[in-house]
């Protein structure tokens, strides 16, 4: 019997650790599902013959590598800071493993000792990134295919309540791991636009946003998301002009996180004095120069980001919390932690309410033979099944629970670090998906 080993049972697995369950009847496995959490682990297992669920500490040593040791494919759905570890001990033991975090480059350097184990190390094996990558990959190769090449490359995604869901100003539900959304842009952003590199430090991130129109659902609006340029050597993009890769948002999202970037909230160095005891009013004077002028917090926080005082902005960050009397009532380590407790707090997803993923490539491709350019936009837009699985369960979860039957079957017969832009890989895994009901709808026109 083969042993599949899932660390990790947080807002992304649940229909991961669903789908291998099923498969595990099918094929014959065992599934184990180790968390933090033994009730969220035991929980997703929901009493399954071939399932078990296990409380685990991954910093416990001999536990994870005894798990480690037992497993034929091992699916980390752990946080990213654990990805590197993870794969030096899979490497030990000469086990494959899955991922769908984006990959270490320290792990990429893994990739000579993973060939020479004959075990596969797949990373960014999710929704964004996982699914863009092979519907990019494999929209470039047809072009490739017809003699063309590609002149602009902007893609888009998102993870956000459906359209109908007004339960909060902010108009965002955390259905995923909440530290991403509290920590995005940390790092800047880096892009190409019409042959210019164009580099963002963290508090420009979301100031420089635009209009994006997404058939069904509206105008939302985007911001750059990380490093674009990789994916220009990825994806082998040596004509691009312009390569941008930005996550969406509801419009009014991004002038008030700017905001809370600006006071310097999202903070995950500098280690706090206790907490407990302090009401969130008091947690936000600490970002406050001494001499801001004003009697009243809210206005001498105004004062200081130079914002309306009775504008949207300030209506946000009231509506979260951050000028509240209430005693924050646990010792945070860091000032992220306390931001990423709030955001946990008020955005939930709402009872019956779904949620909604989209991913969009816009492609602008030349043909020289033919002497004619064309615009392709894909777009998938999918929705959860509410108070079951949410949308960004089952997009970032069925292509690594895919990827994992595939390896088990011994129908992926690759060895070394590798993200899913190779045809082996994206071909099957995008077929199935397919039958699962995530799809992307083409549009076409001349340019």
């Known amino acids: 019997m083969k042993n599949v080993l899932v660390l990790g049972a947080g807002y992304s697995a649940p229909y991961l650790i669903s789908y291998l369950l099923e498969q595990a009847e099918k094929y014959n496995w065992f599934?184990?599902?180790?968390?933090?959490?033994?009730?969220?682990?035991?929980?997703?297992?929901?009493?399954?013959?071939?399932?078990?669920?296990?409380?685990?500490?991954?910093?416990?040593?001999?536990?994870?590598?005894?798990?480690?040791?037992?497993?034929?494919?091992?699916?980390?759905?752990?946080?990213?800071?654990?990805?590197?570890?993870?794969?030096?001990?899979?490497?030990?033991?000469?086990?494959?493993?899955?991922?769908?975090?984006?990959?270490?480059?320290?792990?990429?350097?893994?990739?000579?000792?993973?060939?020479?184990?004959?075990?596969?190390?797949?990373?960014?094996?999710?929704?964004?990134?996982?699914?863009?990558?092979?519907?990019?990959?494999?929209?470039?190769?047809?072009?490739?295919?017809?003699?063309?090449?590609?002149?602009?490359?902007?893609?888009?995604?998102?993870?956000?309540?459906?359209?109908?869901?007004?339960?909060?100003?902010?108009?965002?539900?955390?259905?995923?791991?909440?530290r991403n959304v509290v920590m995005a842009g940390e790092a800047g952003a880096q892009y190409l636009e019409e042959g210019r590199i164009k580099i963002l430090p963290y508090h420009e991130v979301f100031r420089r946003t635009w209009e994006v129109e997404v058939d069904g659902v509206g105008v939302l609006e985007a911001y750059p998301n990380r490093d674009s340029l990789i994916y220009q050597k990825q994806f082998k993009l040596q004509k691009v002009e312009t390569m941008i890769r930005g996550t969406l948002r509801y419009p009014g999202w991004s002038e008030t996180w700017n905001e809370i970037i600006r006071l310097g909230i999202p903070n995950e160095t500098l280690i706090l004095p206790e907490t407990e005891n302090k009401t969130y009013a008091e947690f936000t004077e600490m970002f406050l120069p001494l001499n801001a002028a004003g009697p009243k917090l809210e206005a001498r926080i105004a004062n200081f980001l130079n914002i309306s005082p009775t504008g949207k902005i300030m209506e946000n960050l009231k509506w979260l919390g951050l000028f509240s009397e209430e005693k924050i009532g646990k010792n945070y380590k860091t000032s992220a932690e306390v931001l990423i407790d709030l955001v946990v707090r008020k955005m939930p997803l709402p009872k019956g309410a779904r949620d909604m993923v989209i991913l969009i490539h816009e492609v602008i491709a030349e043909y020289p033979g033919e002497n004619k350019t064309e615009k392709?936009?894909?777009?998938?837009?999918?929705?959860?099944?509410?108070?079951?699985?949410?949308?960004?369960?089952?997009?970032?979860?069925?292509?690594?629970?895919?990827?994992?039957?595939?390896?088990?079957?011994?129908?992926?017969?690759?060895?070394?670090?590798?993200?899913?832009?190779?045809?082996?890989?994206?071909?099957?895994?995008?077929?199935?998906?397919?039958?699962?009901?995530?799809?992307?709808?083409?549009?076409?026109?001349?340019?």
């Open 31 to 178: 599934v184990t599902v180790c968390d933090k959490n033994y009730e969220l682990a035991r929980k997703s297992v929901n009493g399954f013959p071939r399932g078990n669920a296990v409380e685990f500490d991954v910093n416990d040593a001999v536990m994870r590598q005894t798990l480690i040791k037992h497993a034929d494919v091992v699916v980390n759905f752990l946080a990213p800071v654990f990805q590197y570890l993870i794969a030096l001990e899979c490497l030990r033991y000469g086990k494959h493993v899955i991922s769908a975090s984006y990959e270490d480059p320290r792990v990429t350097d893994l990739h000579k000792d993973a060939v020479r184990k004959g075990i596969l190390i797949l990373n960014e094996m999710g929704l964004d990134p996982g699914i863009d990558h092979m519907a990019a990959m494999q929209l470039i190769h047809r072009i490739r295919s017809k003699n063309g090449h590609i002149k602009s490359f902007i893609s888009y995604g998102s993870g956000l309540p459906a359209p109908e869901v007004n339960s909060n100003p902010l108009k965002y539900c955390i259905t995923w791991n909440p």
């Open 376 to 447: 392709i936009v894909l777009t998938l837009t999918d929705y959860g099944e509410p108070d079951r699985f949410t949308a960004i369960a089952k997009t970032v979860g069925a292509p690594a629970g895919i990827a994992t039957k595939l390896l088990l079957n011994d129908e992926l017969p690759l060895s070394g670090c590798q993200i899913p832009t190779h045809p082996m890989i994206y071909t099957k895994v995008l077929n199935e998906l397919a039958e699962l009901g995530i799809s992307f709808k083409e549009r076409r026109e001349a340019v």
